[in-house]
């Protein structure tokens, strides 16, 4: 589909001359994104960004901070020229409107064909009010504007694989909500929120947290606009760094499982609670972002309305399945072959099935060293961790 020689690539073909607008650019996902299109279409016309205003940095000099990183090293800098279609409109999916100017808005809806709804927010401990502002209200917002585009050929809704906890065998399609998106938008509004905080665990179960209880809403806020957009949800498992683009390996945060590596290879995590049996579910960056971007395609050079709701469950578990011990034993060689710098202890941590087990575990190993070495650093007079 990314053969550089456009003629070889009905994909790249239809992304010519088309403006596409990206929610979200500035997480890790986005950032592919944003650098997939440019350097895989280069006749995109253009590619406008949401991003948020930052007191004392222009949203030009923070696109320019973004691609500092090693993704921007790779290959954009052999075509400075396709940096150039880059343009921010600055806004926020957390405020009526976007907060965009109402030039901003002409902008997309008299430019952009294509829109892919990356931003979210990804804390699974977050509170109830905070995930259905960003992730179900935000959603609403960005549809919002979206409907008002006047050549809009795909709108591209990026969801979770873990949104249906209570379901068994989780099918391409969007399933029922027990609770009215709108009705949970309305409560968090009016309800105080320390009653709020105590009503969550009724509210979203069977999920176990705000998140995927959130982006379950959401979902059926798009599936809603079958009838007046061009919709279509994906639902990547979790998203781990790149196989081969931009470079083999490539990740910007530890959020994730790269947070529980990094950890378990500095000593500093010893215990987990997980059946080391159980399968993960992981998709690389940039299989996710591939794929996506091929089906922006397929939903807007579609002859025909689809009936439902196009949804994809992006996940390798069925062609590369791979178990939680199978990474803890891989993570724990390379680190023995490779340790880090600065390591706290040796990396020998473990899986523990039993909660009490790895509580113990916890409390020994984790809790103990941690107010140990709080107490060292205070007695220092050193920051604290």
Not at 192 to 214: C, G, M
Request: hydrophobic content about 40%.
């Amino acid at each position: 589909f990314f053969s550089m020689s456009e003629s070889k690539s009905p994909v790249v073909d239809w992304y010519k001359g088309r403006s596409v607008f990206v929610t979200g650019a500035t997480g890790f996902m986005g950032k592919v994104m944003v650098e997939k299109l440019l350097y895989a279409c280069p006749g995109i016309k253009c590619v406008y960004i949401l991003i948020r205003s930052k007191r004392g940095k222009a949203p030009q000099q923070r696109i320019e901070d973004m691609w500092k990183l090693a993704v921007s090293n790779t290959r954009l800098n052999m075509n400075a020229r396709r940096c150039e279609k880059i343009v921010p409109v600055v806004g926020d999916v957390s405020i009526d409107g976007l907060g965009l100017k109402e030039s901003d808005i002409d902008l997309l809806i008299n430019n952009v064909s294509v829109v892919f709804h990356m931003a979210a927010t990804l804390k699974l401990e977050a509170k109830l009010k905070d995930a259905i502002e960003q992730n179900t209200t935000g959603t609403a917002r960005v549809i919002d504007v979206c409907r008002r585009i006047k050549n809009l050929k795909a709108f591209i809704h990026f969801s979770t694989a873990f949104c249906s906890a209570d379901i068994d065998v989780f099918e391409e399609r969007v399933y029922e909500n027990k609770d009215n998106p709108r009705d949970v938008i309305g409560i968090t509004k009016w309800l105080h929120p320390d009653a709020l905080d105590i009503a969550t665990p009724k509210i979203i179960a069977p999920h176990p947290n705000t998140y995927t209880y959130s982006k379950r809403l959401a979902e059926t806020l798009v599936a809603d606009e079958l009838n007046n957009m061009p919709v279509c949800i994906v639902r990547p498992a979790i998203v781990v760094p790149a196989i081969e683009e931009p470079v083999p390996g490539w990740v910007d945060s530890l959020n994730g499982p790269i947070g529980l590596l990094v950890g378990g290879g500095k000593g500093v995590i010893r215990s987990m609670y997980c059946k080391g049996e159980n399968q993960g579910q992981f998709i690389p960056v940039d299989f996710a972002i591939n794929a996506s971007i091929v089906i922006a395609y397929l939903v807007g050079s579609a002859k025909t309305k689809p009936k439902e709701v196009p949804v994809y469950n992006l996940t390798e578990s069925a062609v590369q399945p791979i178990t939680y011990k199978e990474i803890l034993d891989k993570g724990r060689s390379i680190c023995l072959d490779y340790p880090f710098e600065m390591q706290v202890w040796y990396p020998d941590g473990d899986f523990r099935s039993s909660k009490f087990i790895h509580t113990l575990y916890a409390i020994f190993f984790h809790w103990l060293p941690a107010i140990l070495i709080d107490l060292l650093l205070l007695l220092f007079g050193q920051k604290r961790l």
